[in-house]
């Protein structure tokens, strides 16, 4: 037995303890039995005449020769799955499957709750897996089927990917209900530069316009905090904290909490959020649909 005769099964399994690292993640994520997964490792193993994966207490870790093997055998299942799927017609209302999609935290506060609400309505049977993409190679995380699609402020990156454009969005300043500043016409570039700024560190959006602004005024703002997205009600209901952010983002805290929401006291610059997708899945049918939920839910969120 060598390399050309093994099965595609063989192969699937392969590829599956390569990601996980761990017979029982592989066995779950390909609903096999651990012995029944075991054992096809052991085929494996007596057909490539190597050990392909030895077990350490950090995992299962790949020999040279499983490293080498990995990046072709991926290539080869996704090439597979690619034609499978775009020969297999998708029926929303009966469909079972499984999308992971990449958010950065605008996307998820923004996009992803209205998009969950239409799938569910729309498709039962889906599930849409959304996963920060915070640091991650969006790229490799694509080219190795990994994600499904990206939303985000990302533009693709090469050839191999195709992007479209959702949302335009403006900056606004969000503060507490009762906020000195919420009255109308209180907010100027003096008392922007006055009151204490909450910094949003982990929303991906860049203010420093709004210091550049402030800095033609030869004035500055004082940043008294800085905290991530999922702090940002709690820092400003309990404080005279105002924070620069966008305004989708804005309007959908002030939904949730007694926040309210102002416009800048200049002319605000403009965000940009994009979808992403590698071109091979372009014309899967499945994933036409999840990219056209998603510019449905966009469009009719302004």
């Given at each position: ?119 569910g309505a729309e498709a039962p049977g889906v599930l849409l897996d959304f996963r920060p993409s915070g640091t991650l190679d969006l790229s490799d995380q694509l080219d190795r089927g990994e994600f499904d699609l990206a939303l985000g402020g990302t533009a ?99 939904r949730l909490a007694s926040l309210a929401v102002q416009p800048l006291p200049f002319a605000s610059p403009h965000m940009t959020t994009a979808m992403l997708w590698h071109r091979r899945v372009g014309n899967v049918p499945a994933h036409r649909w999840l ?12």
């Amino acid at each position: 037995m060598n390399l050309r005769s093994l099965d595609l099964n063989l192969l699937v399994v392969f590829d599956a303890v390569m990601q996980d690292r761990s017979v029982t993640k592989a066995a779950g994520r390909l609903n096999m039995a651990q012995p029944a997964l075991s054992h096809a490792l052991t085929r494996l193993r007596q057909a490539l005449q190597d050990e392909l994966f030895v077990r350490t207490p950090e995992g299962m870790v790949p020999t040279p020769k499983a490293e080498d093997l990995a990046d072709g055998i991926r290539a080869a299942l996704d090439s597979i799955r690619t034609v499978l799927d775009a020969a297999e017609p998708f029926v929303p209302a009966t469909a079972e499957r499984h999308f992971a999609i990449a958010v950065n935290n605008y996307a998820a506060l923004v996009l992803a709750p209205p998009l969950a609400a239409a799938a569910g309505a729309e498709a039962p049977g889906v599930l849409l897996d959304f996963r920060p993409s915070g640091t991650l190679d969006l790229s490799d995380q694509l080219d190795r089927g990994e994600f499904d699609l990206a939303l985000g402020g990302t533009a693709a990156p090469g050839d191999r990917f195709a992007d479209l454009r959702l949302l335009h969005d403006r900056f606004v300043v969000l503060m507490r209900r009762g906020h000195p500043a919420a009255a109308p016409g209180a907010l100027t570039l003096a008392t922007l530069a006055d009151f204490p700024h909450l910094i949003v560190s982990s929303s991906g959006e860049a203010v420093e316009f709004v210091d550049e602004k402030l800095a033609e005024a030869n004035l500055s703002r004082c940043i008294t905090l800085r905290a991530p997205l999922l702090a940002t009600s709690a820092a400003l209901l309990q404080s005279d904290m105002i924070a620069v952010i966008s305004e989708r983002s804005a309007r959908e805290f002030s939904r949730l909490a007694s926040l309210a929401v102002q416009p800048l006291p200049f002319a605000s610059p403009h965000m940009t959020t994009a979808m992403l997708w590698h071109r091979r899945v372009g014309n899967v049918p499945a994933h036409r649909w999840l990219r056209d939920l998603v510019v449905r839910v966009a469009r009719a969120g302004g």
